[in-house]
């Protein structure tokens, strides 16, 4: 836990890196909340696929594609969601059955990368930001120049203070970002080709 001093520090670092660091702070706590829900949903989703497979494999295998259904329809889990859209057709319907699983597969990516596209937009974006605030701390300092009369250290240090402040959060903003999205995305994929794969061995199953 912080230090009382470390909270004040904090707010003294945004209140002098001036407007620009308004947006950024909202860019970071966009960047955290979608994380952490990202995170919460895909390691669900994974260990939910795998507790899964065993039961429908088993009940597939018994013929009891009745019982089968029921338990997709009681799971929370894309693999659930894929095999229901594949096991409420008929038998002997295969090339429906495979349309079917590609399209909840398809949904189900898409629910899997929800979000991803604005940590992508805050990784592209918060340099930009940041460059702003530095744009604004030099025009700053230029202003406090010309009404001092003179470009003493002291007059240009709170104008100079915003530009590297808002800089350095900018570029830090981003790369918390661009890590976040590339590792969601890549634990994403992988959750999606393995929900895929196991659908398709259990739709082989049906064909047997």
Partial sequence: MGSPGSSVQLF???????????PLLLCSVLCIAIGIERVLVL???????????????GL???????DAVDQCTRDDSPLSRVMHAA?????GAESQRQKA???AVARESGTLERYMSILATIGSVSPFIGLFGTVLGIMRAFHDIG?????????????????????????FVAVISV?????????AQSVITNTELNAEELVSIIGE
């Fill in 101 to 103: 699983l590609e399209r």
């Fill in 147 to 171: 009404a001092a009369g003179s470009a003493g250290g002291a007059v240009v240090a709170s104008g100079i203070a915003e530009a590297l402040i808002t800089t350095a959060t900018g570029l």
């Fill in 179 to 187: 890590v976040a999205y590339n590792h969601l995305m890549t634990w």
């Fill in 43 to 57: 390691s669900r989703a994974g260990r939910a696929d795998a507790s899964l497979l065993d039961k429908l494999r």
């Fill in 60 to 66: 597939i295998s018994g013929n009891q594609i009745g």
């Fill in 87 to 91: 096991l409420t057709l008929p038998k």
């Fill in 12 to 22: 003294v670092y945004i209140k002098q890196g001036g407007i620009a660091m308004y």
